[in-house]
């Protein structure tokens, strides 16, 4: 009987050292998976942040070759309100992409919004642009489109990969793709016929359109669809971060920050909802 219980007293033991072991092992889990994307960003003073340099209104370089735009005036002033240095670092879509999720930057800010492959990895901050998809087609004939279904057979430009080629491809368009090119490439190659259409976001397009009025290319009237909001794009994971994000960015719509820094380039308010009343939904699926 005393070697039993003493067996007995050893099997108890061991489950109890199991069971402590397992909960030090939690703990090391723990400690291994906690979000510490905010404090290193703060030990390190630097937000860095990719971008393109090529998307006006929202990232692009003035006159004085200054990078500038709406998310990038936005994302520096996030910047200036944690008390950090905003780094930007210029990759195409996909590199920008793959710079967040790789960490080689904090967040992307050039019109991201998120369809759904992109969501099962990423996340969006706060909204700081509403929105709706158009198309920019040849002022001469309309590109011979009226509806999205016209967009069989068409040449519809853009990056490869984006949620706005994959809706072209959907209706049966042919991709023609180009690695971060500048807007005036893009409207040339619409109006000489190199391309037929491109889709992308109302305001952008309306923008790009009003700063290159000599290439005749416009917006396809009435043909509006999937209402949005764009924000900055996140890794999942990193809620710490966004969180500090989110909070300067809601500081900016209260005191009238995101309003003026959205007037000095859209010349509206792209970061509350627009009045125009988009019902048509198209997914890439």
Same mark, same amino acid.
Not at 226 to 239: E, S, Y
């Given at each position: ?7 007995? &007293? ?22 291994? =998976? ?19 340099? =090529? ?17 990038? #005036? ?21 590199? @920008? ?23 099962k990895k990423f996340m969006l901050s706060e909204p700081i642009k509403y929105s709706f998809d158009s198309m920019i087609v040849r002022q001469s004939d309309d590109s ?32 023609? %793709?180009?690695?971060?090119? =500048?807007? #005036? ?9 190199? %391309? ?6 109302y305001y952008l397009q309306k923008m790009s359109v009003g700063a290159l009025p000599d290439i005749p290319v416009k917006i396809l009237e009435d043909v509006y669809f ?30 009238? =920050?995101?309003? /003026? ?5 859209? @010349? %509206?308010? &792209?970061?509350?909802?627009?009045? /125009?009343?988009?019902?048509? %939904?198209?997914?890439?699926?």
């Open positions: 009987m005393k070697k039993r219980w003493v067996a007995a &007293v050893l099997t108890v033991s061991g489950l109890l050292l199991a069971a402590c072991g397992g909960q030090a092992q939690s703990k090391g889990r723990e400690n291994e =998976t906690k979000d510490m994307s905010w404090e290193q960003v703060e030990k390190a003073g630097t937000l860095t942040v990719a971008t393109s340099g =090529t998307l006006f209104p929202s990232s692009y370089y003035n006159d004085k070759n200054q990078l500038v735009g709406y998310d990038v #005036d936005v994302a520096k002033e996030v910047a200036k309100r944690l008390d950090l240095k905003a780094v930007f670092k210029e990759y195409n879509v996909d590199g @920008q992409i793959a710079s967040v999720n790789r960490g080689e930057t904090d967040f992307a800010a050039n019109d991201f919004g998120l369809s759904g492959e992109r969501a011979g489109i009226k509806s999205l279904a016209d967009l069989k057979g068409k040449k519809a430009a853009g990056e490869p990969n984006t949620g706005y080629m994959k809706i072209a491809e959907k209706y049966g368009a042919q991709l023609v %793709t180009y690695d971060n090119a =500048t807007n #005036d490439q893009y409207l040339t190659d619409v109006a000489n016929g190199r %391309t037929d259409v491109i889709l992308n976001d999937n209402a949005n909001f764009t924000g900055f794009l996140f890794v999942k994971g990193h809620d710490a971060l966004k969180n500090k994000v989110d909070e300067a960015l809601k500081e900016m719509q209260a005191d009238g =920050t995101l309003q /003026q820094i959205s007037e000095a380039y859209f @010349q %509206t308010d &792209v970061s509350i909802k627009p009045k /125009q009343e988009v019902s048509e %939904t198209v997914t890439a699926d």
